[in-house]
C-alpha cells in the first residue's frame, strides 16, 4: 500500500510564501508523475502542478510565476514552493501520485493540507 503523507499547510498573509511537501511512502517500484491539486469551498478540485519522472512540469494558470514544483533529493518526496500568496489560493492541497507498484499501476492521494491566506 502507498501512503501519501502532506506537510506544510497553513496561514499565511496575502504576499506571503509558504512551501509544501509530499512523501510517498510503500514499496513503490516507479514513479511516473506526482502534482498537487486543491479544493477550495464550493469548488472542484483542480490541478495546481505536477512534475513528470523526466522532469517536465505543467502548471494551472492562475499560479504559473508564482509557485514551483519539484521533486526531492529523496526519490520519494516533492515540494511546492508557494509565493506572492492571494487569497484565492485558499483551500485543501492534495498530494497525487500516479506510479507502478508490484507491476501494477497506482494513482494515490494524500488526505489533504489546508492552506489559508486571509483577505
Known amino acids: 500500500q502507498v501512503q501519501l503523507v502532506e506537510s506544510g499547510g497553513g496561514l499565511v498573509q496575502a504576499g506571503g510564501s509558504l512551501r509544501l511537501s509530499c512523501l510517498a511512502s510503500g514499496t513503490i517500484s516507479s514513479i511516473n508523475a506526482m502534482g498537487w491539486y486543491r479544493q477550495a469551498p464550493g469548488k472542484q478540485r483542480e490541478l495546481v502542478a505536477r512534475?513528470?519522472?523526466?522532469?517536465?512540469?505543467n502548471y494551472a494558470d492562475s499560479v504559473k510565476v508564482r509557485f514551483t514544483i519539484s521533486r526531492g533529493n529523496a526519490e520519494n518526496t516533492m515540494s511546492l514552493e508557494m509565493n506572492s500568496l492571494k487569497p484565492g489560493d485558499t483551500a485543501v492541497y492534495y498530494c497525487?501520485?500516479?506510479?507502478?507498484?508490484?507491476?501494477?499501476?497506482?494513482?494515490?492521494w494524500g488526505q489533504g493540507t489546508q492552506l489559508t491566506v486571509p483577505s
Open positions: 497525487d501520485v500516479i506510479g507502478a507498484q508490484w507491476g501494477a499501476l497506482f494513482n494515490n
Open positions: 512534475v513528470f519522472s523526466g522532469g517536465t512540469t
